[in-house]
């Protein structure tokens, strides 16, 4: 149809200036009235939809040519571009190592973190059709944008158990795809592993240790065997190797599953794996943990408590509302919330060890931090928001209060905060409890009296953050509690301490008796991150939860800790230094109660650098951030000589560009 | 721009009213526009525009009849199928997951429920753990280090999946998919590892199932990953090689013991599939071994660890067409395209000699080795003699109530009873098929001394050892005119002795005397059922599950190649067809099976050589033979069928995928009703005369 119309006009103009010539000029008037009828004509159909076409065709042209052009580009190509532009690029750290001759040695298990291991579904309900093992979480997430409310659905949690709802089996991804990229062109594991490769690693001796990331640590081996699997493909790897011990590289949560795991291997069946308590000595040679949230991220809590962290905060800030209705159609952030309090995983991070270690009303162990100055001395990065004075005046951030009702709040001196305790406070009816009861998150359960004693607190610590989420959140964290502790032992050899929930704690565990393990705690350092909160009630607290950060709590200051009603302190942007770093750096260095055995602790930190240009170096290879730094030269190095061979000795012990020592040195822990 | 000038809605009645006006002021243009302007006086400005508007029209008139040529109508058209292409892609991702079926419901009537559907509903529920062994060719590999030319391959799958690099470079490829001519393992610089996970097979292409519909079945009725277990392993090298470079036996050993123990005792059933058939027999022997040649499980592991091996289309006992790939890289298929489009093959994909770069990369994998034709004269018959004798493929057919389009049933029963000498597996020329055995003259070839390389020189790049053979050697090869099972193995040990020196290191052909023999305990034996005993586990159960109803390749008829210069001296002669109701088709005589395992190898093991207690089976470990019968898939939108017998196809029919998940949940092989067969299995079986 349009073939035709398109053709008919051209003809006519065709003909129509040959046949002018022989015309005289009455008939070239009349010609050229009916020239111009035709003109409209041929303007009107030479319009929008053949000009849409046309473009069309010509954008995709072009793209066809780019991308034959990409395609037919030999793969080297943009590095001789950036090799070009920059200088030579130093060489990847597993081909700088393999020129000196190292050699695969120890089997490497890689143990991930919450959220980027992969999940995909085994079976669903009926709105999940075609989805039979194809990825829910990872991969594209094309699926949260065609039908949120069953990936919502699916990727929730029974509210009770924390296991399976009912006709619904979302199962971690097996292998090294679980997370060698979390989305596509977004690294995990996947850099670490090519540097791996280089020095002759393949799949027989390197293992992703999967898990359901959302599942409680023990419930992995009670729904999925995961435990098991772990040390039976351990003892496989030792064996096939000729009995050389395996390095574990746990990263951000499986760093305490995997402390959960050496528990478990060495506790008799049926609660533990029945490894013997010499398991870890025979197969383990390092554990080198990576941005190891040893002791919970204050993150976790804004997270439990209203679903936001940071960057949702300041999402909140910028575009108010557009979270509050748009994806899920609506309530986005109690769809979220609803989701995630479904999760026991997330638990697993609430900060622990209460005051002693995260700090009292008056008092936190990293008071006296000022990021940009620190910044500027330790490193002469070009950093654009470095250029402040280095007039700071020494103020003291009271980060131990985790989480405080308004700026005044959390910088009042305590004697002169009002705090009415919420622990009594009588819950009062549901609020708005007609409309809104699709959505379960238990702030609906609360009641307007309720909400008004949290607020009333003023400030929580770390300590009386726990009881805080027993009472907003009662079902979330009697559930949570059989799976998860947060207190500071006072004598291991408790028999209570062999309950399963303990395991994850290594305040109230002892480290396996195997002297020649080492432990690695490796983690970026210089970049804010979140260590205190301050909040307010939301003002539309109809159908909503009814706290969320105070965005507009700002400091004024250049060297501010405080930006958008969040404190933040040193760390790699999701864990704070002294969560990542106290436990090598103290409770466990040499013997103490908590390491019984003297296993040797390194901490190893890597100074965060920005990638120089964002358009080669991509996520940069200096990195200090949570996630990127598995991309970092310096941790990839350290990782390669231990796995082929070296010790923490070797690699020149400890390596420290924060306050850690001196911040552990506070803590008042018994030993 | 454009556009709106020309829409301008608003204007035109008011335009068309004063279009005579307009005319004249467009002819008096010269004099001014003050005219028009007068004439307009009423919308003066819009007059104006207007007019000037036109004039530019005017003048653009011929830029645009130019301006639209050839590139803007390629451009319109690109759109045009582009935008229909979204539009199409959108309202595809839009349409609900269901709607084929939908729509396939409409057209032929409510489908039957898939087995795991309809087993669920029965109440069945994941009991025992199940392992998948793929067979040769179907299960992924990918690269893990490699030289120049494969940068950015790491990682990426070289075989299976899109086969992407295959087109882009195709001589980087071959060169990483070839093992080392000596080794049979790595060629220095270069790691090629199978995949690993359900994802190694399920998908042998995208589309293209292996695995992945028995397994979406089995999840219905509970399954998941941990209590179903793929032993993905690297299929080009030889068994034993595979615990040598890359642990794999030892990995599966790992993984059956790990999920009989997470799934409280209940042992494993195991679903072995083409080679992985022999690659789990071979396991079978080796997990009992003593270290360091075997896995050191002890003498019950079998018994202990594995409750039924559910064998599709194994090739027990070789088959054919591994003999036709290793002497002349081809098969029915090659041969008939060769025959189709000469000269094709030969020069095309790879640049230049493609079946010599084919042979060249297979002839270094071990693996295809092991599907030789074992067990000599004895099984696949003699130069007068075979036990599929009287077999007739068209009769056969019209029997099974097949319409199929290829087979002509026009011919009747034209059954004049010739006697294919199956025998035979490979003849030199169409006049010596049919002839007696007495009245052929053979030239024994085994003392020829071979002569100098031909044309070394220009074809040194591709290794095949045909260069080392002499003009004479392959006269006096074609001049033993006919090759039987047993024959065979001289043949290509004649014409490649090296390739087969590696091979003698892995495989044996024969059948043993005495299986007490200590010679027996070498690996080499493993793979051989006719050279091995199976394990003591009287109570495990062995199935033997074959598509039947397919013509498949059983004999070849050669000929010298043509142009004997560069090229592989013998290809199969496609202008060999018998008459009307022959068996003989393009060179190639078929028999009864699953178009790649004749009936007899897959069958004979369980019918026969296993049945009861043997001295093959000396704890009478239960066998059952479950036949399936090919019927083509009734109308397109079911894709590969619902009921095909073909060798892969087959992991798709329903009755089959019933049978494994009875099993899987429980079942005997009494309960699923004992042997199923369509074929002449036992009779052929009874021809053969085994001591037992």
Not at chain 2, 88 to 113: C, K, R
Request: one cysteine or more; a neutral charge; hydrophobic letters at 35%.
């Amino acid at each position: 149809m349009s073939f035709l119309r398109r053709r008919k006009p051209s003809e006519k103009q065709h003909v129509a200036p040959s046949s002018e010539q022989k015309l005289e000029e009455e008939e070239k008037e009349h010609h050229s009235r009916k020239n111009e009828a035709k003109n409209k004509e041929a303007k009107k159909k030479w319009s929008c939809v053949d000009n849409c076409c046309w473009f069309v065709g010509f954008i995709c042209s072009l793209w066809w040519i780019l991308t034959f052009l990409y395609n037919a580009m030999p793969a080297s190509f943009p590095q001789y571009v950036t090799e070009a532009i920059t200088g030579p690029l130093p060489d990847p750290p597993g081909v700088k190592l393999q020129k000196e001759g190292l050699k695969a040695k120890h089997p490497v298990v890689f143990v991930p973190g919450i959220v980027t291991g992969g999940l995909e579904l085994w079976e669903g309900h009926q709105c999940a059709e075609g989805l039979f093992r194809k990825r829910l979480w990872g991969g594209t997430f094309g699926e949260v944008y065609k039908r949120p409310l069953c990936w919502v659905e699916h990727m929730s949690l029974d509210n009770e158990t924390g296991l399976d709802p009912a006709g619904i089996r979302v199962r971690p991804v097996h292998g090294l795809v679980a997370a060698d990229y979390f989305v596509p062109g977004y690294f995990v594991w996947a850099v670490l592993i090519a540097n791996l490769a280089r020095i002759g690693y393949e799949e027989k001796t390197m293992y992703m240790a999967a898990y359901d990331w959302r599942l409680s640590f023990q419930n992995n081996e009670v729904r999925d065997q995961t435990l098991s699997r772990i040390k039976s493909n351990i003892e496989l790897m030792v064996a096939t190797n000729g009995g050389k011990k395996a390095v574990v590289i746990p990263h951000s949560m499986g760093v305490i599953y995997f402390l959960h795991f050496m528990k478990w291997v060495e506790a008799p069946a049926p609660m533990g794996g029945g490894g013997g308590p010499d398991w870890c000595a025979k197969h383990i040679k390092a554990v080198m943990n990576i941005g190891g949230p040893f002791l919970g991220v204050p993150k976790a809590v804004a997270g439990l408590f209203s679903a936001e962290a940071r960057d949702i905060a300041m999402a909140k800030a910028i575009a108010p509302g557009a979270l509050d209705k748009d994806i899920f159609h609506i309530q986005t952030l109690q769809y979220l919330m609803k989701m995630t309090r479904t999760w026991d995983s997330t638990m697993s991070m609430i900060p622990k060890g209460g005051d002693t270690i995260w700090g009292s009303l008056d008092w936190s162990p990293e008071e006296g931090y000022i990021p940009s100055k620190k910044r500027k001395q330790r490193s002469n990065s070009t950093e654009v928001s470095g250029d402040s004075g280095t007039e700071s005046k020494s103020r003291n951030v009271k980060y131990g209060r985790m989480i405080s009702f308004g700026k005044d709040v959390a910088e009042a001196p305590s004697s002169e905060i009002k705090r009415i305790d919420f622990r009594d406070a009588i819950k009062g009816k549901n609020v708005a409890n007609n409309t809104c009861r699709d959505v379960w998150t238990e702030y609906h359960d609360m009641g307007f009296g309720g909400i008004k004693a949290v607020a009333e607190y003023k400030a929580y610590t770390a300590g009386e953050i726990v009881d805080l989420l027993h009472f907003v959140a009662p079902k979330m964290m009697a559930r949570g509690d059989k799976h998860f502790s947060y207190g500071i032992a006072d004598d291991l050899d408790d028999p209570k301490y062999n309950h399963y929930k303990y395991w994850s704690n290594p305040l109230e565990t002892k480290l396996p008796n195997a002297p020649e393990m080492e432990i690695y705690s490796m983690y970026g350092v210089g970049i804010p991150t979140e260590r205190a909160y301050v909040y307010r009630e939301t003002p539309s607290s109809d159908c909503y939860i009814p706290f969320e950060i105070d965005t507009s709590a700002d400091e004024d200051d250049e060297d501010k800790c405080l930006k958008n009603g969040v404190y933040t302190v040193d760390g790699d942007e999701t864990v704070p230094a002294l969560s990542a770093g106290f436990m090598c750096a103290k409770a466990w260095r040499g013997k103490t109660r908590f390491n019984p055995s003297g296993i040797k602790t390194f901490v190893r930190e890597y100074d965060h650098a920005p990638p120089s240009n964002l358009l080669l170096e991509g996520r940069g290879t200096q990195s200090g951030a949570h996630v990127d730094i598995m991309g970092n030269f310096a941790l990839m190095e350290d990782i390669i000589r231990v796995a082929a061979g070296a010790t923490g000795e070797d690699l020149g012990g400890d390596r420290v560009y924060s306050d850690i020592f001196k911040w552990s040195e506070k803590i008042n822990l018994k030993l | 721009m454009r556009r709106r000038k020309g829409g301008s809605e608003p204007k035109k009645p008011q335009n068309s009213s004063s279009q005579p006006a307009d005319s004249v002021a467009e002819s008096n243009q010269k004099k001014g526009n003050s005219a028009a302007e007068d004439l307009n006086s009423g919308k003066k400005k819009s007059g104006h525009d207007e007019n000037s508007s036109n004039s530019n029209w005017k003048s653009k008139k011929k830029q645009r009849a130019k301006s639209w040529n050839c590139v803007d109508s390629c451009c319109w058209f690109v759109g045009c199928i582009c935008s229909l292409w979204w539009i199409l892609l959108f309202s595809y991702n839009a349409m609900p997951a269901s709607f084929p079926q939908y729509v396939t419901e409409a057209i032929t009537g409510p489908l039957p429920d898939p087995p795991g559907v309809k087993l669920a509903k029965d109440g069945l529920k994941a009991k025992h753990p199940v392992v998948f062994v793929p067979g040769i060719v179907t299960g992924g590999l990918e690269l893990w280090e490699g030289h120049q030319c494969a940068e950015g391959l790491f990682r990426k799958r070289l075989w299976g999946g899109t086969f992407g690099d295959l087109y882009k470079r195709p001589l980087c490829w071959v060169e990483h998919m070839s093992l080392d001519n000596e080794t049979g393992l790595d060629p220095p610089g270069i790691r090629i590892r199978p995949v690993s996970g359900l994802v190694a097979a399920d998908y042998f292409a995208p589309g293209y199932f292996v695995w992945a519909v028995l397994i979406a079945n089995l999840a219905r009725i509970g399954y998941e990953e941990k209590n179903m277990y793929m032993a993905a392993y690297d299929w080009r090298i030889s068994f034993q090689n595979t615990e040598v470079r890359d642990q794999t036996l030892s990995t599966i050993k790992s993984n059956i013991e790990l999920m009989v123990a997470t799934s409280g005792g209940k042992k494993v059933v195991v679903i072995p599939h083409s080679m992985g058939v022999l690659y789990f027999l071979h396991f079978m022997k080796w997990v009992e071994v003593p270290v360091p040649m075997g896995g050191g499980g002890g003498s019950d592991w079998c018994a202990r660890h594995i409750k039924a091996v559910m064998n599709i289309g194994g090739p027990f006992l070789g088959v054919p067409k591994a003999v036709s790939g290793l002497l002349s890289a081809e098969a029915r298929d090659i041969a008939v395209a060769r025959a189709m489009a000469p000269g094709f093959l030969d020069k095309d994909v790879f640049g230049l000699q493609t079946l010599q770069h084919i042979m060249r990369m297979t002839r270094t994998w071990d693996s295809t080795m092991s599907m030789i034709p074992k067990g000599g004269d004895t099984i696949w018959g003699g130069l007068d003699w075979s036990p599929e004798e009287g077999y007739e493929c068209c009769t056969k057919k019209s029997k099974n109530g097949n319409n199929e389009t290829g087979a002509p049933n026009d011919s009747g029963n034209s059954g004049n009873a010739t006697k294919v000498h199956y025998g035979r597996i490979i003849s030199f020329g169409k006049d010596v098929i049919e002839l007696h055995s007495s009245k052929i003259e053979r030239v024994d070839f085994r003392g020829a001394i071979k002569g100098n390389n031909l044309a070394n020189t220009t074809c040194t790049d591709v290794w095949t050892e045909y260069h080392h053979l002499g003009a004479g050697d392959v006269k006096a090869a074609a001049d033993f005119k006919v090759y039987t099972a047993e024959s065979v193995l001289d043949l290509l040990q004649f014409v490649a002795p090296k390739m087969m020196n590696r091979g003698g290191a892995h495989f044996s052909y024969g059948i043993a005397d005495d299986l007490d023999d200590m010679k027996y305990d070498h690996y080499k034996y493993w793979s051989n059922p006719l050279e091995t005993k199976l394990p003591n586990a009287p109570s495990m159960e062995i199935f033997s599950m074959y598509g039947v109803g397919i013509p498949t390749e059983r004999a070849y008829v050669y000929k010298f190649s043509p142009t004997a210069d560069c090229y592989i001296p013998f290809q199969i002669d496609t202008s060999a067809e018998g008459n009307g109701g022959s068996c003989l088709k393009g060179g190639v005589f078929s028999v009864d099976g699953d178009e790649t395992v004749p009936t007899l190898s897959a069958g004979f093991m369980c019918a026969k050589g296993w049945r009861g207690k043997t001295r093959f089976n000396p704890s009478g470990i239960k066998t059952y033979i479950r036949e399936y019968n090919h019927a083509p898939p009734a109308n397109l939108l079911e894709g590969r069928g619902t009921q095909s017998g073909a060798h892969v196809d087959i992991m798709g029919n329903f009755a089959l995928i019933e049978d494994i998940i009875r099993v899987a949940a429980g079942a005997t092989g009494e309960d699923l009703g004992g042997d199923q067969v369509h074929s002449n299995i036992f009779q052929w079986s009874e021809r053969i005369n085994l001591e037992l």
